[in-house]
């Protein structure tokens, strides 16, 4: 897991430096793979599903992020958001025979993203969602499809090196994520805020000391701002990106598990990281393997 950190956090800095090479984080003209949208694909599943529905229906809502260069990114003139957790959005729909132009993306943040599968606002939440004990008491997750680590975003003249040195220091993350919960336990005071766009404009102006969230997204912003912030710290935790799901269906568990093992077999998965996280050119990691569904 070491190395795979390590191929991730490689990955991120190249992709944060191509990023700031073209001048613009999000607005890349990059639509991503082609997928293979299944013919007749309602047949293959089970009356009374929700893919059955799904696929009856011809579209999807899945909410993503659409603040995070690399992961889920979607600027004011995009017509759709770019990023790893989109490309996986892709993949599944086009399982169920829904075209990339057929799916309802919706924008979500941390805070929310439990509220909108529980109340149906979207079927699925693929937002950089890491896997947890809390989490799955209260929606399904499977997965995960990715696998990063909690860094710290500082101004570049800050003194803070070590993760010791947040102790008595206010760090900021977006409200309901785990890297807050991540970061008192380090002795920081948390401040939550709904959008990772806002935290940075704290640690910009000096309202709080540092940010902290995966290493991949603060590289993005470090990127965007190269003489004023820096990344600092070695991973210091291990986030499983999931994909959630109601569990009013349960059943999607292993339809999705199935789908995203299929891309990872038959490249997809690869291909998808190569023109998101991995468009610099690096190594494509290792899929991480999936927890089995209960």
């Not at 803070?160 to 785990?178: F, H, N, P, Q, Y």
């Not at 940010?211 to 590289?219: F, H, N, Q, V, W």
Request: glycine fraction near 10%; charged fraction near 25%; charge should be negative.
């Amino acid at each position: 897991m070491r190395l795979n950190r390590l191929k991730v956090a490689a990955a991120a800095v190249l992709v944060a430096s191509t990023l700031a090479a073209c001048g613009d984080a999000g607005n890349d003209d990059d639509k991503g793979i082609e997928v293979d949208v299944k013919t007749d694909a309602a047949s293959q599943f089970d009356e009374g599903t929700r893919m059955r529905e799904l696929a009856d229906d011809g579209n999807i809502k899945i909410g993503v992020k659409y603040d995070q260069p690399g992961i889920g990114f979607k600027g004011a003139t995009d017509d759709a958001p770019a990023g790893f957790d989109p490309e996986m959005g892709k993949v599944l729909a086009a399982s169920l025979g829904i075209a990339p132009e057929d799916i309802t993306w919706v924008e979500t943040i941390s805070a929310n993203r439990e509220s909108f599968l529980q109340k149906g606002e979207v079927d699925l939440v693929i937002a950089s969602y890491s896997i947890t004990d809390e989490r799955k008491q209260v929606v399904g997750q499977a997965g995960p499809y990715y696998v990063t680590g909690q860094q710290l975003l500082v101004k570049s003249d800050s003194k803070i090196a070590s993760l010791d040195d947040v102790k008595g220091t206010e760090v900021c993350s977006v409200t309901g994520s785990t890297s807050l919960d991540n970061i008192e336990k380090a002795g920081a005071t948390p401040r939550g805020f709904d959008t990772y766009s806002e935290c940075v404009d704290q640690v910009l102006n000096g309202s709080v000391d540092a940010m902290t969230t995966d290493g991949a997204i603060l590289l993005g912003y470090a990127a965007e701002h190269p003489d004023e912030l820096k990344v600092v710290v070695d991973p210091f935790s291990e986030e499983r990106y999931g994909v959630g799901y109601s569990l009013d269906h349960p059943e999607m568990c292993q339809w999705i598990e199935d789908t995203i093992k299929a891309a990872q077999d038959d490249g997809d998965w690869a291909k998808a990281f190569e023109v998101t996280l991995g468009k610099s050119g690096v190594d494509t990691p290792e899929p991480p393997a999936m927890d089995p569904c209960a």
